[in-house]
T-cell receptor
Framework: DAKTTQPTSMDCAEGRAANLPCNHSTISGNEYVYWYRQIHSQGPQYIIHGLKNNETNEMASLIITEDRKSSTLILPHATLRDTAVYYCIVRVEGNQFYFGTGTSLTVIP | NAGVTQTPKFRVLKTGQSMTLLCAQDMNHEYMYWYRQDPGMGLRLIHYSVGEGTTAKGEVPDGYNVSRLKKQNFLLGLESAAPSQTSVYFC????????????FGSGTRLTVV
């Protein structure tokens, strides 16, 4: 199973871009990279996912390196409401998600 | 469209008691999942189902049973609750295939005393 490695915590100034890295060096060719976040004790919220190409939606951008061994989630203009734990997950065969401990992002006023 | 609904939201059990957590989804998703989350940790997969009448074990299945008699419902049972099962339980559902993400419920906070 492909596993991910993320920093335990990060800070970001309000209004600045938040760049959250993720390493997934054992990823297979058909495995997607997903990002979720969890605010306080709520259920995880989907942010974005991608396979090979960079992706952008209304919430964030996902940059995947050409060798697919790492990716970066970008929140272009972080707000206080973006303070959360961010999970980078590789979708393994059988469809299950296996969560790590994620990155705790704190947006500072 | 309610999405994924979990009941109850909170529950306190005594050691040895049994209970069932209900997860219901109205999105016609094929796959459903049960996770637990302990303080300061990520979510761990307990059991999952890839279709009506099917179930499979995840990372931490011991002490739990599940059933998927109807496509829209996924039940998680604790036959004899233990303090180690104190946790927040999340249900999720998805369409089949790796291109589809999960939709999560809001969680059930269970305390076993």
């Amino acid at each position: 199973d492909a596993k991910t490695t993320q920093p335990t915590s990060m800070d970001c100034a309000e209004g600045r871009a938040a760049n959250l890295p993720c390493n997934h060096s054992t990823i297979s060719g058909n495995e997607y990279v997903y990002w979720y976040r969890q605010i306080h004790s709520q259920g995880p919220q989907y942010i974005i996912h991608g396979l090979k190409n960079n992706e952008t939606n209304e919430m964030a951008s996902l940059i995947i390196t050409e060798d697919r061994k790492s990716s970066t989630l970008i929140l272009p203009h972080a707000t206080l409401r973006d303070t959360a734990v961010y999970y980078c997950i590789v979708r393994v065969e059988g469809n299950q998600f296996y969560f790590g401990t994620g990155t705790s992002l704190t947006v500072i006023p | 469209n309610a999405g994924v609904t979990q009941t109850p939201k909170f529950r306190v059990l005594k050691t040895g008691q049994s209970m069932t957590l209900l997860c219901a989804q109205d999105m016609n998703h094929e796959y459903m999942y049960w996770y637990r989350q302990d303080p300061g940790m990520g979510l761990r997969l307990i059991h999952y189902s890839v279709g009506e009448g099917t179930t499979a074990k995840g990372e931490v299945p011991d002490g739990y049973n599940v059933s998927r008699l109807k496509k829209q419902n996924f039940l998680l049972g604790l036959e004899s609750a233990a303090p180690s099962q104190t946790s927040v339980y999340f249900c999720a559902s998805s369409y089949a295939g790796p291109i589809y993400g999960y939709t999560f419920g809001s969680g059930t906070r269970l305390t076993v005393v």
